[in-house]
């Protein structure tokens, strides 16, 4: 009889660590990480492979070219593979000038989900590779026939007299012009939903903004300042990093009733080209309620902050 309740016993906690590691992992969206390329140089017109690993048991992937983004130099993307554990990201037909520093800047949130949810954006600067001169196969000219050493002689006979250069020249620099910056078009900043749309006196609301730029994002330099509260008050925080933040409302103070929104203020990032947003942002509209009155009059007024 002991034998089998201690049988019982063994099977009930292999039955809840089975339970518990299945629940771990539920829990842990996918996460995408990209190795170095498959080589540190390349010539224009080559090809440079990263690889992709997707951890955390990802159930469906779905990256595609325009889900990449890169930086440095121009090149035709593709993606290679299959299965729910890895990607290749194929960059051919290389463009740029000898020095030119290329790598992956950009991956979309999303490409890899499972129960917990989606993946999220990669946005930062992956190993990098450099572009590097055509190698020179030709062979050079063979001395003239007679065995003639003599340099002034050879040149005459096979370089129409220019004497070879003397040894004392300074070296030549090769300055290469910088790139001349063509991007005008500004970053767009994106309001997200509000986290409840009713609340009471004394509670927390928060969104999210996200900022996104055809070549490049620069510098997002969002602060409480520029948050503007229209019909109510509240303490204001910003938290995140990246190209993405979270405003954060608490203690929220104002009359009962609706409609209460929030405005962001342009000019809060910029592109690598130093393109500001130009557009401001709102959120949707919430309502102050309490447990005995939830239909009051729009109590909404144009002078912000006052919570009137």
Same mark, same amino acid.
């Given at each position: 009889?002991?034998?089998?309740?201690? +049988?019982?016993?063994?099977?009930?906690?292999?039955?809840?660590?089975?339970?518990?590691?299945?629940?771990?992992?539920?829990?842990?969206? *996918?996460?995408?990480?990209?190795?170095?390329?498959?080589?540190?140089? /390349?010539?224009?017109?080559?090809?440079?492979?990263?690889?992709?690993?997707?951890?955390?048991?990802?159930? %469906?992937?779905?990256?595609? *070219?325009?889900?990449?983004?890169?930086?440095?130099?121009?090149?035709?993307?593709?993606?290679?593979?299959?299965?729910?554990?890895?990607?290749?990201?194929?960059?051919?037909?290389?463009?740029?000038?000898?020095?030119?520093?290329? +790598?992956?800047? +950009?991956?979309?949130?999303?490409?890899?989900?499972?129960?917990?949810?989606?993946?999220?954006? #990669?946005?930062?600067?992956?190993?990098? $590779?450099?572009?590097?001169?055509?190698?020179?196969?030709?062979?050079?000219?063979?001395?003239?026939?007679?065995?003639?050493?003599?340099?002034?002689?050879?040149?005459?006979?096979?370089?129409?007299?220019?004497? *070879?250069?003397?040894?004392?020249?300074?070296?030549?620099?090769?300055?290469? *012009?910088?790139?001349?910056?063509?991007?005008?078009? !500004? !970053?767009?900043?994106?309001?997200? %939903?509000?986290?409840?749309?009713?609340?009471?006196?004394?509670?927390?609301?928060? #969104?999210?903004?996200?900022?996104?730029?055809?070549? &490049?994002?620069?510098?997002?330099?969002?602060?409480?300042?520029?948050?503007?509260?229209?019909? #109510?008050?509240?303490?204001?925080?910003?938290?995140?990093?990246?190209?993405?933040?979270?405003?954060?409302?608490?203690?929220?103070?104002?009359?009962?009733?609706?409609?209460?929104?929030?405005? /962001?203020?342009?000019?809060?990032?910029?592109?690598?080209?130093?393109?500001?947003?130009?557009?401001?942002?709102?959120?949707?509209? $919430?309502?102050?309620?309490?447990?005995?009155?939830?239909?009051? !009059?729009?109590?909404?007024? &144009?002078?912000?902050?006052?919570?009137?």
């Amino acid at each position: 009889m002991k034998k089998k309740l201690i +049988y019982i016993c063994i099977a009930l906690v292999l039955v809840a660590v089975y339970s518990c590691s299945n629940f771990v992992i539920a829990v842990t969206i *996918p996460r995408v990480a990209i190795s170095s390329p498959s080589s540190g140089t /390349v010539e224009v017109g080559g090809t440079i492979r990263y690889t992709v690993n997707i951890w955390n048991s990802a159930t %469906s992937v779905t990256l595609k *070219p325009s889900d990449i983004r890169i930086s440095g130099v121009t090149a035709n993307i593709s993606v290679e593979g299959s299965g729910n554990s890895q990607r290749v990201i194929v960059l051919s037909n290389i463009q740029g000038s000898v020095g030119d520093v290329g +790598y992956i800047s +950009y991956v979309a949130g999303g490409v890899a989900t499972n129960s917990a949810g989606p993946s999220k954006e #990669f946005s930062g600067t992956s190993s990098s $590779f450099t572009i590097v001169a055509t190698v020179n196969n030709t062979p050079a000219p063979s001395e003239p026939s007679g065995g003639n050493n003599n340099n002034n002689n050879y040149n005459n006979n096979y370089n129409n007299n220019t004497l *070879p250069p003397t040894t004392n020249e300074e070296p030549q620099t090769n300055d290469e *012009p910088e790139e001349e910056n063509n991007d005008t078009t !500004p !970053p767009t900043m994106e309001i997200g %939903s509000l986290s409840e749309t009713t609340v009471e006196i004394g509670d927390t609301i928060s #969104f999210e903004v996200a900022y996104k730029d055809e070549t &490049e994002m620069g510098e997002v330099t969002l602060e409480s300042k520029d948050i503007t509260l229209y019909g #109510f008050k509240a303490d204001i925080q910003i938290s995140g990093e990246g190209n993405s933040r979270t405003v954060t409302l608490s203690n929220i103070q104002g009359n009962l009733g609706g409609l209460k929104y929030i405005e /962001v203020a342009n000019k809060t990032a910029k592109d690598k080209a130093g393109n500001e947003v130009t557009e401001t942002g709102k959120t949707s509209m $919430f309502k102050v309620i309490d447990d005995d009155t939830k239909n009051k !009059p729009d109590d909404w007024i &144009e002078n912000p902050n006052t919570g009137k």
